[in-house]
Each structure stands twice: as structure tokens, then as C-alpha cells.
């Protein structure tokens, strides 16, 4: 990366190199830290903490969506993502577990990866040649014992830090949907979205797996995953229908927020303000 690009991220002084928290060359101290009274967040330092992560993506991805790991090492949720990826980790304090996560893809990094997650599910072309560089997030989990909402808003703090640390503005990311009922749910969620908001066709994507929606009955009293009900209460868009991924057994809905127009409660929480 050279020095210009890497300052589009960094301030003088911090211009190196960019190496997630937790790889062998970064920095040994994390300026990421946030905690209340039962949980403490920071990046992962370690491969260690990686491990950590991952198992607890396993755990809720195989149990909570009957997803199929293929990886080499059993007990674990992997990808080539991972490895260019910094992890937000939410710890509760009595236990020490990590109870919650999320992983944090910037635009520099998906490039060296070969793209982002998302470009394995859409064609993104537009929302780049529109808005340019985006950070993507992933993976995002909350251990089922601790989904009151002080975890998930603590990593959404955890976030809005980080963008403002590097400097961005655009966020993209899959919101999942469970296909255990043969795709009614989010099918469901589908026309209830396209009734209130309407996709942007300059921000219009494409699932490169589209559900057969014509095929699919619907139920118009489902209710939201608590995950994408979260996205769209900041004030994120979907950008596409849902697109199916069958190593999850998910239906993934494409969002996009864009920090400056972020529901103002929020970003007066987040600290954006």
C-alpha cells in the first residue's frame, strides 16, 4: 500500500502498513476499549482470540441456521476473509467468554483479499462506482444468553470508534435470514421492505443466487430478525433482494448505512456527535 493511500486511513503518524490487531506485526496496544458494568469490548490481539471467535460463530451458525463448515479444523467458523479482517470482541467480565462479535473489513484490506464477502453473494458495482470505498462488516454474533441488547449496542460502539478512527463513512453487510421455513420469513420481509423503501437504483445491487420469490408463500405477520430490525432502526437501506446462501442455509439481505445520516439517538450514543 503507499503512503497515500494508507494516510486516506491513518493520520501522519500512524501511517505504516495496515495489519488487523490481532496479526504479528501490529502495534502490541489496542486503542479500542469500551466497558460497562457486565461486558468489555475491544479488538481481538491474538490468534488466540481469533479462535475464540470463531468458535462462537460455530456454535450459533450450526445450531441457530443448521450452516455446513467445511474447514479443516472442526468446531470452528473459518474463511479466507479472517485473515485481512480486525474482530470486535465483546467479553463478559464474571465469565471472561466472548459473548459477542463482529468482524470489520476495510477498503484497502478487501483488496489485497480479492474483494469483499458480499461480492460472493452480489454484484456491487454500482454502490462502488456511486460511493467509492466501504468498510464491510460480518459475522456478527451474540451468544443466545446475552441478547438483552447491551452486546449488540456496546459492538455498534465499538464500530462507530472504529469508522471514525479510519476515517469512512460507508458500511456494507449481509443481514441474515433463516431459510428453516422454506424462505417464508424472509421472502415476507422482502415485500414489506419494497413497500416501505423503495430501493436507490444508483445503490441497486444483485444476489448472484436470487431466491425464487414467486415460488415462496408469505406470512404477513412474521417479524424481523433482531439483527436486520437493528440495521434498519439505525437507518440503514437494503440495497437488493435477498440473495440465498446455501452453505448457511440463509437468505442474505444487503444493507448499507451511511454514518452521516444515521438515526441522530443513535449517533449521539455511538459518539458520532
Known amino acids: 500500500m503507499s503512503e497515500l493511500a494508507v494516510q486516506r486511513y491513518f493520520s501522519h503518524s500512524e501511517a505504516h502498513l495496515f495489519v488487523p490487531a490481532w496479526g504479528a506485526n501490529a502495534p502490541s496496544e489496542s486503542w479500542l476499549s469500551l466497558e460497562t458494568e457486565n461486558y468489555l469490548a475491544s479488538l481481538a490481539q491474538s490468534r488466540d482470540e481469533v479462535r475464540e471467535v470463531q ?14 463448515f467445511l474447514g479443516p479444523d472442526k468446531g470452528l467458523d473459518q474463511d479466507q476473509f479472517d485473515g485481512y479482517c480486525d474482530h470486535i470482541i465483546v467479553r463478559e467480565r464474571q465469565s471472561a467468554r466472548v459473548v459477542g462479535t463482529y468482524r470489520i473489513l476495510l477498503p484497502e484490506q478487501a483488496r489485497r483479499a480479492g474483494g469483499y464477502y458480499s461480492q460472493q453473494e452480489f454484484f456491487l458495482t454500482r454502490l462502488q462506482r456511486q460511493l467509492g470505498d466501504l468498510v464491510e462488516l460480518g459475522r456478527s454474533c451474540v451468544h443466545p444468553d446475552h441478547r438483552s441488547g447491551a452486546v449488540i449496542m456496546l459492538l455498534w460502539k465499538a464500530i462507530a470508534q472504529y469508522m471514525h478512527r479510519h476515517r469512512c463513512q460507508y458500511l456494507i453487510g449481509c443481514a441474515s435470514v433463516s431459510m428453516r421455513d422454506g424462505g417464508v420469513q424472509a421472502a415476507s420481509l422482502w415485500d414489506r421492505i419494497c413497500s416501505k423503501m423503495p430501493i436507490d437504483p444508483t445503490l441497486e445491487a444483485y444476489p448472484k443466487n436470487r431466491l425464487p420469490l414467486d415460488q415462496i408463500a408469505r406470512d404477513p405477520q412474521i417479524a424481523e430478525p433482531p439483527l436486520l430490525r437493528a440495521y434498519l432502526t439505525l437507518g440503514a437501506v437494503i440495497c437488493s433482494e435477498p440473495s440465498w446462501d446455501p452453505d448457511f442455509n440463509t437468505a442474505d439481505f444487503l444493507i448499507l448505512l451511511d454514518l452521516s445520516k444515521i438515526n441522530p439517538r443513535y449517533a449521539r450514543h455511538f459518539g458520532l456527535v
Do not use: D
Open 55 to 68: 468458535q462462537l460463530r460455530y456454535q450459533i451458525f450450526s445450531e441457530e441456521y443448521g450452516a455446513t
